[in-house]
């Protein structure tokens, strides 16, 4: 392809677009007591998992610095185009520091064409966003022409989230110990969703799995009526067949075009926590 697509740490992409299309990635660090790791490439899912269970401990997470960018880009070859698809710059600055990392190549090599996308989600939702820029490239569409149209489907992409466990909100300092207790206690399940300024935010608060799948189920109908032409990405954290019962009850209740199921990787899954879903679509 004459343009490179590239992406961070903060994505989760499923194996089939892996296998199709190359797609470099920028790690995020993973920062423990004892030692910093880059996400996906020093810690894998599993040895993540079981570091927190040895530690009891969540890694802080940190943004690639400028320099990685900068590193990451140069070594595409000069005669193809860029573009780059960010975590939600509400969330992290990965986005910022993408952007720094594009101006300083510049400096040296102006003549470089580089797009960075602010995705204002994460996960499955970056994913969405390269298979949709994969499919223009693939209709022949030039680089401004992709970033042009990528920005009006951020707008579109709907990120949703239903965790199963407080207790990675609860290690993390996100979620008051406390409450942690009181919504185990009262089984409460939070459904989440990324906002238009692409922070997390809680969409609702129900009691029960059971009520809390249905409700994530259900809720796919408040953003879209028409579904035959889309796609839906899911993740999870630890839990396949959990994330393909639930995919099975959204085929069922939606016919989308297309569905794809991939595992978290250690960045989301310090805030999601075993059991926990994410899935994307556009909406209408």
Do not use: W
Request: with cysteine; proline share 3%.
């Amino acid at each position: 392809m004459s343009i490179q697509l590239m992406t961070d740490g903060g994505a989760d992409i499923p194996q089939e677009l892996l296998n199709t299309v190359d797609i470099q990635i920028i790690p995020l660090y993973l920062n423990f007591k004892d030692q910093q790791y880059k996400s996906g490439v020093d810690l894998d899912l599993e040895g993540f998992n079981k570091k927190i269970k040895e530690t009891k401990e969540l890694p802080r997470s940190a943004a690639p610095s400028p320099n990685d960018f900068y590193k990451g880009y140069k070594k595409i070859e000069a005669s193809k185009e860029i573009l780059m698809i960010s975590l939600s710059g509400g969330l992290s600055s990965t986005y910022e520091n993408a952007i720094a990392g594009k101006n300083m190549l510049l400096e040296e090599e102006p003549n470089r064409k580089i797009e960075v996308i602010n995705a204002k989600t994460a996960s499955g939702g970056q994913a969405l966003l390269l298979f949709e820029a994969f499919k223009k490239i693939q209709e022949n569409y030039s680089l401004d022409e992709i970033a042009d149209h990528l920005q009006k489907m951020v707008k579109q992409t709907a990120t949703l989230f239903v965790l199963r466990t407080l207790e990675n909100l609860v290690l993390g300092g996100r979620v008051d110990k406390v409450k942690g207790t009181i919504a185990k206690t009262l089984n409460i399940k939070l459904l989440m969703k990324a906002s238009e300024e692409g922070t997390i935010e809680v969409a609702e608060k129900v009691r029960g799995d059971k009520k809390s799948i249905r409700r994530f189920v259900d809720q796919i109908g408040d953003y879209v009526k028409s579904v035959e032409d889309k796609i839906l990405v899911m993740t999870h954290c630890n839990a396949k067949e959990r994330a393909n019962s639930v995919l099975n009850e959204i085929k069922a209740k939606y016919p989308f075009k297309e569905t794809f199921v991939t595992e978290m990787g250690p960045l989301i899954s310090t805030y999601g926590g075993d059991g926990a879903l994410v899935i994307a679509f556009f909406k209408d």
